[in-house]
């Protein structure tokens, strides 16, 4: 289409907020648009909208092999990470085959151990501060943030500690989409294989060794795919969930007790960063299994529909009053909807992660503070996930402790 909105750019940057309302009041709930290479594909702003493709798995289909664009797709084409095909996960598996998938997934993650979840990540939390804590100064996305979930996750899955920070690379590289993206998926895919061997001849208490233990009959190239997927999946929309959160305490008076011992409005804060500043804007997708209508739009089969988490969050069909605080109103798109949501074990160990995080900043360094004036502060160009390329602060410089319990 003539009209079509460009998914990219600094506008992604700079507030795609805005850049939704335009969409929306330009092209209505569902709005035409080019990926990387001028690829159309449709996304959907709409809360009800939304809300129709993500609970019909049989119109809206998540198999990638329907797309009628595929003959037009570039070799080495940047979103093909996010954009697959043939990919052997949980991402791409339909119908009963994928209810067994997250049934193994949601299984493994399950059984997970709370306790220890938050263990490790205060522990982790504590290193990463103790590296900073004597400066007086810090940038708490590259300095904590980014490094954060994927060191606990890393744990929990079955890696060793001294793999984490060639994962945080590798899984940045992939996620942003760019120039980097498929060496990223490749670094990430051979550590799985190379998990999944250690694992075969010693199992241990780790994610990885209880699927492959289970009996549902998946190849090891299957479960490492979706090691893959809870891997990118987890890390870092929880980065950005704790850098997200932590910007907002430091920005808005309304969180201000957060500053100050108020624990309740960590979770307050975190809640409404899910409905106002979700670190997962858009989601690629869904395939229509045949011609329909959606939004008032002609949708053909094979199109691809994109999922506009943010933008169907801030429908002002349901946000009559945008400034008005959530609550605890948790009908929010930030996980997903339908059978490919997010699953519940996993939304948990990704809210203790980063709730545990902000909590041990709070107590760490009580008397932070922006470095920089707010209006300053800028996002990654990413259409996908959004999240700060940095959060600079000060504080009161303290020595570390030496690793010791807090």
Known sequence: MSDAVPLGGSRFRTGPDRLYREMRRDHGAVVPVLLDG????????????????????????????????????PEGWPLLPMIGRRQPSILYTVGERHRQRAAMVSDALEAVDPVELRGHAERFADELIDAVCSEGEADL????????????????????DEDGPGLVTALNDMIDGRERALAGQAHLGLSMGQLLAARKKEPADDVASRMLADGSGFTDEEIAQDLMVMMAAGHQPTADWIGNSLRLMLTDDRFAASLFGGRNSVAEAMNEVLWEDTPTQNVAGRWAARDTRLGGRRIRAGDLLLLGLQGANSDPQVRTDASALTGGNNAHFSFGHGEHRCPFPAQEIAEVIARTGIEVVLDRLPDIDLAVPAGSLTRRPSPWLHGLTELPVRFTPSPAPGGAPR
């Open 38 to 73: 001028d690829l159309p594909a449709w996304l959907v702003l709409g809360y009800r909208e939304l809300h129709q493709v993500t609970g019909d798995p049989v119109l809206f289909s998540r198999d990638s092999e329907l797309w009628n664009q595929w003959e037009n797709v």
């Open 141 to 160: 996305i590259a300095q904590y943030a980014m490094l954060l979930p994927v060191r606990v996750l890393a744990r929990l899955y079955g890696f060793p």
